[in-house]
């Protein structure tokens, strides 16, 4: 069992930076690769980023790349969404999982979840 509890949302301006972070604890959590999902209201829960269990792979949507950054500090089993130049469209609540493959972009195929974290973006 996995239990991962995010924090760092909030309100920012379009162009402004945020840093998610994503506490993981339970057996073997370091063996996981970890992802971050977003969802905003009336919508499906769509991937955004992932990271390897060893932090050698990351995986990112489209509509992310070269503005955020994934990244693990398994000493401290935490996972981090470093969020850049943020744009109105970004708003949504944001997700951790835990899984086996960071290459996974369905939701589905993600054991364990995250209560969520609440990000704005205004224009």
């Known amino acids: 069992q996995v239990q991962l509890v995010e924090s760092g949302g909030g309100s920012v301006q379009a162009g402004g930076s945020l840093r998610l972070s994503c506490a993981a604890s339970g057996r073997a959590v370091s063996t996981y690769a970890m992802g971050w999902f977003r969802q905003a209201p009336g919508n499906e829960r769509v991937f955004v980023a992932a990271i390897s269990w060893n932090g050698k792979n990351t995986n990112y949507a489209d509509s992310v790349k070269g503005r955020f950054a994934v990244s693990r500090g398994n000493a401290e089993n935490t996972v981090y969404l470093q969020m850049s130049s943020l744009k109105p469209e970004d708003t949504a609540v944001y997700y951790c999982?835990?899984?086996?493959?960071?290459?996974?972009?369905?939701?589905?195929?993600?054991?364990?979840w995250g209560q969520g974290t609440q990000v704005t973006v205004s224009s």
């Open positions: 999982a835990a899984g086996s493959l960071s290459t996974q972009r369905n939701a589905r195929d993600w054991g364990y």
